[in-house]
């Protein structure tokens, strides 16, 4: 059974710091390009940052860039997001999304999303 389960989230003052955790299960963790989107009120889901299956390499969408960083544990089968400098217009739900790194006729999964808030 996959599941993607997201921590880290919660209130947070603007200027502050948050780590979001990605807990996955059920699949071959280390295949898997991992992705953060968000999805504020109102908004469609964004994509906010992805990192190559093994690691090396990372985007951060133009309204992370700068201030987050995504990394990702293989051993530990978790991928995260460290938010800084964090911004009111940053509060949404994050989701942890999987595809695999080739195969484009697999599956892709969802966490349940966690929520960030930034306000003072």
């Known amino acids: 059974q996959v599941q993607l389960v997201e921590s880290g989230g919660g209130l947070v003052q603007p200027g502050g710091s948050l780590r979001l955790s990605c807990a996955a299960s059920?699949?071959?963790?280390?295949?898997?390009?991992m992705s953060w989107y968000r999805q504020a009120p109102g908004k469609e889901r964004e994509l906010v940052a992805t990192i190559t299956a093994t690691g090396g390499g990372t985007i951060l969408e133009d309204s992370m860039k700068g201030r987050s960083t995504i990394s990702r544990d293989n051993a530990k089968n978790t991928v995260y997001l460290q938010m800084n400098s964090l911004k009111p217009e940053d509060t949404a739900v994050y989701y942890c999304?999987?595809?695999?790194?080739?195969?484009?006729?697999?599956?892709?999964?969802w966490g349940q999303g966690t929520q960030v808030t930034v306000s003072s």
């Open positions: 059920g699949f071959t963790f280390s295949r898997y390009v």
């Open positions: 999304h999987a595809r695999h790194e080739w195969v484009r006729t697999l599956p892709n999964y």
